[in-house]
């Protein structure tokens, strides 16, 4: 139902966005997969958040944090903890039962990365098309939170917030509907394709968090890339998709092999009627299908030619699908582009 809505949407001329879902690291688990909506991956941040924690002292610690607001008491109670001691004896190096490994910290790590929970591609439905398409950021969001919800779902939780820091492709899918808002201002006559386009084309490559060896196909997990509103806004070119492209690769994808289950009694069988048409032939292979039992699938296929049409012509017919009680019916749509003025 989402992508037939966003499929009427984009052909008014509205770009719709949707997150892929936080299904990773696993293949497949991208949720959007129709080839006309933005579909959002999401990636790390290089910012974080600092608070200074001043002890009665006066020395200054830095740590991480995020508060709304000062806190009304200055100074908390510092409690001192029970020390461990550490414990030393004699070990001989010839038959160690322990090493120790010089190991170094990592500062100022690359970002943005593609977090686990972020779903990767393959395309499931139509492997044809890669998706997601862009990432943008989605872990570590500070974000408007429910007022009447308690932050964790735990029980006695009685707090109540107005933000929260949350994590999610939902997190990283309104960056990309601003950004595409953005392009907009500075190309209003833009299509949703071209939009989706310049997004795409100008974003730059990532990373990915997960610890696989083979990098292969980390297109999977963030598209083309991140987005960069900046560059967006001239990208040089854009491949402009139009409604009768998606049409035309829907049809390109088998569609023309349809199933049908029976829902009627069981030993019932059912003949295809097709209405003539001077210019338009269909033909259903095969044409009487019987079912035994409730339930059982069936398959047919529907092969459509015609000619004679003038330019801009629409014709209609339907297959039906009869037991003389049941009558399933199908329409049929066959349509050619108008032709664009000189």
């Not at 004699?90 to 190991?103: C, V, W, Y």
């Amino acid at each position: 139902p989402f992508a037939i809505g966003a499929f009427h949407a984009t052909s008014k001329g509205i770009l719709v966005t949707q997150a892929a879902g936080n299904l990773g690291p696993s293949a497949e688990t991208v949720t959007s997969v129709a080839p006309w909506i933005l579909t959002v991956a999401a990636s790390t941040v290089d910012r974080l958040f600092i608070t200074k924690l001043v002890l009665g002292n006066g020395t200054v610690i830095t740590g991480i944090a995020v508060n709304s607001f000062p806190s009304a008491l200055n100074y908390f109670p510092l409690v001192f903890g029970k020390q461990v001691s550490s414990s030393c004896g004699e070990a001989s190096a010839r038959d160690p039962q322990g090493r120790i490994l010089k190991g170094e910290t990592t500062r100022d790590a690359a970002a943005p990365a593609v977090p686990r929970f972020s779903s990767r591609g393959p395309n499931a439905i139509t492997p044809d098309i890669m998706k997601p398409d862009v990432s943008a950021p989605g872990a570590n969001i500070l974000a408007a939170f429910p007022p009447n919800l308690p932050p964790t779902p735990f029980a006695g939780d009685d707090r109540r917030v107005k933000f929260l820091v949350k994590s999610g492709t939902s997190m990283s899918c309104p960056h990309v509907a601003g950004a595409a808002a953005y392009v907009k201002t500075f190309h209003p006559d833009w299509s949703p394709s071209a939009v989706k386009s310049a997004l795409m084309t100008t974003a730059s490559k990532l990373r990915d968090t997960t610890t696989r060896v083979d990098l292969s196909g980390r297109e999977f997990s963030y598209g083309s890339g991140q987005i960069n509103p900046l560059k967006a806004v001239d990208p040089g070119l854009v491949y402009e998709t139009t409604k009768a492209d998606y049409v035309n690769l829907l049809c390109s994808l088998g569609y023309d092999i349809r199933s049908i289950d029976s829902n009627g009694p069981p030993n019932s069988t059912y003949k295809a009627k097709v209405d003539v048409s001077p210019n338009i032939n269909i033909t259903v292979v095969p044409e009487v299908i019987s079912f035994e039992s409730v339930s059982e699938k069936k398959s047919f296929t529907i092969g459509i030619s015609a000619s004679g049409l003038q330019s801009g012509a629409l014709l209609s017919n339907e297959v039906v699908w009869s037991d003389g009680v049941h009558h399933a019916r199908s329409p049929v749509i066959v349509y050619t582009e108008q032709d664009s003025p000189e």
